[in-house]
Nanobody, 122 residues
Framework: QVQLVESGGGLAQPGGSLRLSCAAS????????MAWYRRAPGKQREMVAR????????NYTDSVKGRFTISRENAKNTAYLQMNSLRPEDTAVYYC???????????????WGQGTQVTVSA
């Protein structure tokens, strides 16, 4: 069984910073990519940032470019989202997403974490 566990959410003031972590565990053979999504109240879920394992290529939604940074620690199967210059509109539940190949299968599947709340408020 594969699990994604997020941590690091909480309350931050506008202009502040938070760092989210997502640790993948289980019978993992390979992780193709990891990403962060978010769902704000009354809005659809959107992709915030994504990193591809083999190339470490990253992409971001426009609203977070220059403020958020996604990174990976491959040895720990962990992804991070460093969020700086936070704004109230960044308030959302943030979900970790990963494309994972389990050791007992031949296909990559997408897995999701349970989500962590980020609230940006004065």
């Amino acid at each position: 069984q594969v699990q994604l566990v997020e941590s690091g959410g909480g309350l931050a003031q506008p202009g502040g910073s938070l760092r989210l972590s997502c640790a993948a565990s289980g019978n993992i053979l390979d992780i193709k990519s990891m990403a962060w999504y978010r769902r704000a109240p009354g809005k659809q879920r959107e992709m915030v940032a994504r990193i591809v394992s083999i190339s470490e290529a990253t992409n971001y939604t426009d609203s977070v470019k220059g403020r958020f940074t996604i990174s990976r620690e491959n040895a720990k199967n962990t992804a991070y989202l460093q969020m700086n210059s936070l704004r109230p509109e960044d308030t959302a539940v943030y979900y970790c997403n990963a494309e994972i190949l389990k050791s007992d299968t031949y296909m990559y599947r997408t897995y999701w974490g349970q989500g962590t709340q980020v609230t940006v408020s004065a």
